[in-house]
């Protein structure tokens, strides 16, 4: 048979603060059938309110007058009725249960404490536990008011027959409002504390969404710069070598022994930048570029057909993410002079290690008129300012006067992180 122990609270958690004990069979089967728990309430409030009303003919064999007995009778079946919306309308239910017991106590000479406290725990547990006292206190004057009023219309207002509300009636109307208020504060605590998970857990869910996405267009910025570089100088390599094929077959073959490089080298970024994907990957994932494999990159474009020059002063930042971001927009900004400028006579990477890292991009090509637009899918340029965004930069790119395009990047950085 299952265990149903409940599980042991760690000895660092507050006693009070301790997750409650989950609910029996009784009380699970009374929480998914609350009518039929209401129905049972009030026809055993019906049959021993009535059994107490009759008692007294019962016990004497004289019956009160007929106006009375259908009084009385009214009243408790206009009491039983009410108990059904305890909880739906538990303020609406006490109140009707009160003015019952009022009109029983004048038909009757006597308040019955039962309708009126089942009414106060309701009102304790299903509304509010300052709405359980408030109707205590109203409660215990208004029965303080009737008592002795009910007596004098029922003896003729004799002055010997004054009576006091009776200490029974007060004593167990009292003990079901301490005993609503002590459910009551518990079950708003219960539902407190699920509000509280459920939100946690929305919470987590979208921390774990936003983290998602982020990581998403990580890959995305990582995936465009690692295929548009690879692709635009294989493109440029197999064109050159195509030309070279009849008249030059030395430096066809040269080309072509670029491509392969190439292509390796973007296999194997791809291939890194993939099995990060993979926690259980066991795949050595090679470090991040840095600024020290620039000339490797100026080379590459070089060798692509793209006349690029590379000028580089001061001391290189020590952030390696800093170093990568630097990397990317030079590869970023080349591959778009590549793929995009019309036969450019010069390209310049200019770099100065400020602070603040500055990173300018040119070429002289016909690309984009000044004031026009860039033809592709500017994912490149959104990658660039999304890179520079992180470590507090911006980048700005547009045609420049002239002719040629210009992309110009900032990336702040302190003495202290230099090398």
């Not at 072509?256 to 795949?283: F, H, K, N, Q």
């Not at 994912?379 to 210009?406: H, T």
Request: charged share 20%.
């Amino acid at each position: 048979m299952p265990d149903r122990r409940p599980a042991e609270v760690p000895a660092d958690v507050p006693a009070d603060s301790a997750p409650p004990r989950p609910p029996g069979r009784v009380r699970a089967s009374m929480a998914r059938h609350p009518r039929a728990v209401d129905a049972a309430v009030a026809a055993a409030y019906f049959i021993v309110a009535g059994f107490g009303l009759a008692s007294e003919y019962l016990a004497t064999g004289v019956g009160r007058p007929l106006a009375a007995d259908v009084a009385v009778t009214i009243a408790l079946v206009v009491a039983t009725v009410a108990l059904l919306a305890r909880r739906r309308r538990p303020a609406l239910t006490w109140g009707v249960v009160l003015a019952t017991t009022i009109v029983t106590a004048f038909a009757d000479g006597g308040l019955d404490p039962g309708g009126v406290s089942l009414a106060l725990y309701a009102l304790a547990v299903h509304r509010s536990s300052r709405g359980a006292w408030l109707g205590f206190g109203v409660t215990v004057l208004v029965g303080a008011a009737v008592v002795p009023a009910a007596a004098l219309a029922r003896s003729g207002a004799g002055a010997g027959d004054v009576r006091l509300v009776s200490p029974v009636f007060v004593l167990v109307t009292l003990v079901a409002v301490l005993i609503g208020v002590a459910v009551g504060g518990r079950r708003r605590w219960v539902a407190a504390l699920i509000d509280r998970a459920e939100r946690l857990e929305r919470e987590r869910d979208q921390r774990e969404r936003l983290a998602t996405a982020a990581e998403r267009a990580r890959i995305t910025r990582e995936m465009h710069d690692i295929v548009a570089h690879g692709i635009s100088v294989m493109v440029s390599l197999a064109d050159g070598a195509d030309a070279l094929a009849e008249k030059d077959p030395a430096r066809s073959r040269a080309a072509l022994g670029d491509i392969v490089d190439v292509g390796r080298r973007s296999l194997t970024d791809m291939r890194r930048l993939l099995g990060a994907l993979d926690d259980e990957s066991t795949t050595d994932l090679g470090p991040a570029p840095t600024v020290a494999g620039l000339p490797a990159l100026v080379e590459s474009y070089r060798s692509a057909g793209l006349p690029v020059t590379l000028e580089a002063s001061g001391t290189a930042p020590r952030s390696e993410g800093v170093q990568t971001a630097v990397y990317r927009i030079v590869q970023e900004a080349l591959t778009n002079a590549l793929r995009y400028a019309d036969r450019p006579e010069e390209a310049r990477v200019a770099i100065a290690y400020g602070p603040p890292v500055s990173v300018v991009v040119t070429d002289d090509g016909r690309g984009v008129a000044e004031g026009g637009t860039p033809s592709g899918s500017c994912r490149g340029l959104v990658g660039m300012r999304e890179r520079a965004r992180l470590y507090g930069g911006s980048v700005e790119a547009g045609p420049q006067l002239g002719g040629g395009w210009r992309v110009a990047a900032v990336l702040p950085d302190v003495e202290e992180e230099r090398l």
